[in-house]
Structure formats: structure tokens, C-alpha cells
């Protein structure tokens, strides 16, 4: 099946930021996700057009056959089995809450009681805040963007986001202006998708180049690359 995709190329969608998977750099798509995908392509003889949309706009783009596949820091849930078709986990990770880094009357869940946290629109963090809201009387406020979600935190405008906690992580070290204060929440690994039923030569090509960068070092080689010699 996997030989199927050679020669063929693709679309690929996927976030505008989501460092260290997928952000711009000197104009150019890098991170985890843009470097394994691009060593796959390689390596299984496919080529790719990268279409930088937006989480929830890459999700609707591969719904409706505009993109042959996403890869974008994607958890693989079982919800999102009903509607696409997952490759081999590539990055395990989980949901972390976070709040501007000068903060410290929020130490727990139960201070966000009367508060506005932000999350990303579709993601699984906006689910697990969603899950947890009434619980503990916050109000749950979605925006597409990365960026945005970080400067209603850092502006007062919200007073915790919840994303994944690689992301997180990556951001704080980068000095982005907040600190994550509670623990994290599992939520499963990164998968590549293509929509259900469909461009199942794309994805069993997927599986065997991913198996190959793992076997030949280059899949060590990027995390490295990205998260340092933690990864
Ligand atoms: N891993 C999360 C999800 O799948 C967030 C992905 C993202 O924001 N790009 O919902």
C-alpha cells in the first residue's frame, strides 16, 4: 500500500503556531511536525505542500478533501477515530494549564472561580477546560490562534489557557511570559490523519517512513533538534 503514494504529492495542513511542531522561521515552515513530515516525504519518494491553516481550519480542510492529511500536533482521541484515520503515535503528550508569569494568586484550579480561561478552538485542551468548567466556576473562552491565547494571558484578558504541555514547556523556556502551576492532564499522542476511508496509501507511507527515521536515527535527530537533549 505504502508504495502506492510514491510519486504523488499532497496536501498537508496543519497549524499556524505550535511550536516546537510547526511555526514560521526566516519565512519558512519548521518544527518537529514540518521536519518529520518532510523527512517522510523524502524518504518514501512523495512530494508535499504544506498549507499552514490553523488547527480548527486544518481539521475542516481535511474533513472536507481539501487537504489530503494533517499533521499538527494532533492527538489521536477516540472521537476523532469515528471521523479520520490516525497513523502510528509519533509524540506522546498531555494538556498543562498555564498563567502569566507574574501571577501568583492562582495556584490551583479552584482560583479560577468567576475567571475567563482561553483555548484554542477543537482542541483538546478547549475539551478538558470545558469538562472541568462548571466544576470549578470558570468561563471557557475559544480563539483559533496560538498568539492570541497567549496575550489575552499575559494582558489580564483571560487568566489561564490550557494547551499541551510540550507547548507549553517550549514556549516558557523561550521566555514567553507565563508559568505553568498545576500538574498535567494525559491526553494521548500526536498522530498524523488523513480523513476516514481516504489517502490510505499516504498513510501507510507515513507509517513505514516514520519506522524508518526511527530506525536510521533521523527521528532522534529532529526532537533533539527542537527539545534539546531532554527529548
Ligand atoms: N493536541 C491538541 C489537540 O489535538 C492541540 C493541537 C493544536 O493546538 N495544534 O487538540
Redesign the pocket.
Given at each position: 500500500e505504502a508504495l502506492k503514494a510514491k510519486g504523488k504529492s499532497f496536501t498537508i495542513a496543519t497549524?499556524t503556531t505550535?511550536a516546537p511542531?510547526e511555526f514560521r522561521e526566516g519565512g519558512k515552515m519548521v518544527g518537529i511536525d514540518m521536519d518529520l513530515m518532510n523527512a517522510i516525504a523524502k524518504n518514501q519518494g512523495f512530494t508535499i505542500t504544506i498549507q499552514s491553516l490553523g488547527?480548527n481550519a486544518a481539521l475542516q480542510a481535511l474533513s472536507s478533501n481539501q487537504a489530503d492529511g494533517v499533521i499538527?500536533?494532533?492527538?489521536i482521541?477516540d472521537e476523532r477515530k469515528q471521523i479520520y484515520d490516525f497513523s502510528d503515535p509519533y509524540f506522546e503528550?498531555g494538556i498543562q494549564m498555564a498563567i502569566a508569569g507574574n501571577d501568583s494568586t492562582i495556584k490551583s484550579y479552584k482560583d479560577l472561580k468567576g475567571k475567563t480561561v482561553v483555548v484554542?478552538s477543537?482542541?483538546?485542551?478547549?475539551s478538558y477546560a470545558k469538562s472541568i468548567a462548571s466544576k470549578y466556576g470558570f468561563t471557557v473562552k475559544s480563539v483559533d490562534q496560538?498568539a492570541t491565547m497567549y496575550e489575552m494571558v499575559k494582558s489580564g484578558n483571560a487568566s489561564a489557557v490550557f494547551?499541551?504541555y510540550p507547548?507549553l514547556a517550549y514556549g516558557v523556556s523561550q521566555n514567553n511570559g507565563l508559568k505553568t502551576v498545576t500538574k498535567k492532564v494525559p491526553?494521548g499522542s500526536?498522530g498524523f490523519a488523513v480523513n476516514k476511508g481516504r489517502n490510505a496509501a499516504l498513510l501507510a507511507a507515513f507509517n513505514v517512513g516514520l519506522q524508518n527515521l526511527k530506525d536510521n536515527g533521523k527521528y532522534d535527530k529532529v526532537l533533539v533538534k527542537y527539545l534539546g537533549s531532554s527529548a
Open positions: 497549524d505550535f511542531f488547527f499538527a500536533g494532533m492527538s482521541t503528550s484554542k477543537g482542541s483538546e485542551g478547549e496560538s494547551d499541551d507547548v491526553e500526536y
